[in-house]
């Protein structure tokens, strides 16, 4: 089989029970329609509490870079190899490589930033019959909350990859894209790694949202597309110095008195 048709190969399913419609949930319940008052308090107060979780976790492991992917791509398929380059690019670049912290190309990067001397860590979301935290993590945290999870990936990183992915890696792309175009997250880089995946997205944006004046063409313009890991890591580590002053290898101080460690 050539790389090309390799390429075009569709995901392979991780787990038999993958894509299973998850058991009934109190998320569902919650976006279900309004409950009583002592519930939606709850609510507000469990998901406080995963904030503050993550927040103790993972303020001494930056500064990141948060690599998106599909957790369908197993090892042997090309994209797999093409995130683990990722991680290991950016780790050799001093970055710590942040990402959902699951099976797939999450897997890949994270794997690839261990095997280059670097720094793993993930969010991983709680979901009944899918996704496991992934055997290449320094440390991580789970979350039962999809937005929880979203702002923990955002917050860390100073720059984003988005490798091959679905609806979830979509999400978590044009969620970073809103932020920057809303000037709610500064103006950090973004690459779409892998060109032919990406690159009818891409067109898309610039020949119908563009002309449609939904869109600007600098938010498309922030897009940068390309196959190469190295190439990559290396845009993101110029932009995050030269923009923002970004020491990669500067990590935070711990406090006693917090019970920091």
């Known amino acids: 089989m050539s790389t090309d048709e390799l390429a075009r190969r569709p995901a392979e399913r991780g787990a038999e029970d993958w894509g299973k419609r998850p058991p009934p949930s109190d998320e569902r319940e919650f976006l279900a329609g309004p409950r009583n008052r002592p519930l939606e308090l709850a609510w507000v107060i469990r998901a406080a509490l995963e904030f503050v979780k993550c927040f103790r976790q993972l303020h001494f492991v930056g500064p990141c870079v948060t690599v998106f992917g599909s957790a369908r791509y197993a090892e042997g398929h090309p994209a797999y190899a093409l995130a683990r380059r990722m991680g290991a690019a950016l780790a050799r670049e001093g970055f710590t490589v942040m990402t959902g912290g699951g099976p797939g190309l999450m897997e890949a990067a994270n794997r690839g930033a261990k095997e280059a001397g670097g720094v793993s860590v993930g969010c991983n979301i709680t979901l009944p019959s899918e996704q496991k935290p992934n055997a290449y993590l320094d440390r991580w945290v789970e979350t039962r909350s999809f937005f929880v999870r979203k702002v ?19 999400d978590e792309l044009f969620e970073i894209g809103v932020l920057v175009q809303t000037g709610k997250m500064p103006d950090f880089p973004i690459v779409l790694l892998g060109i032919e995946y990406w690159r009818p997205l891409v067109t898309w944006l610039r020949e119908q949202l563009v002309p449609d004046r939904t869109l600007d063409a600098a938010d498309v313009d922030r897009f940068q597309l390309t196959d ?34």
């Open 152 to 170: 923990v990936l955002a917050k860390y990183s100073y720059g984003f990859i988005a490798a091959p992915g679905g609806l979830g890696t979509l």
């Open 228 to 261: 190469s890991p190295e190439e990559a890591a290396e845009y993101v580590r110029e932009r995050a110095v030269a923009s923002f002053g970004l020491v990669p290898e500067h990590r935070m101080r711990r406090r006693w008195w917090l019970l920091e460690r």
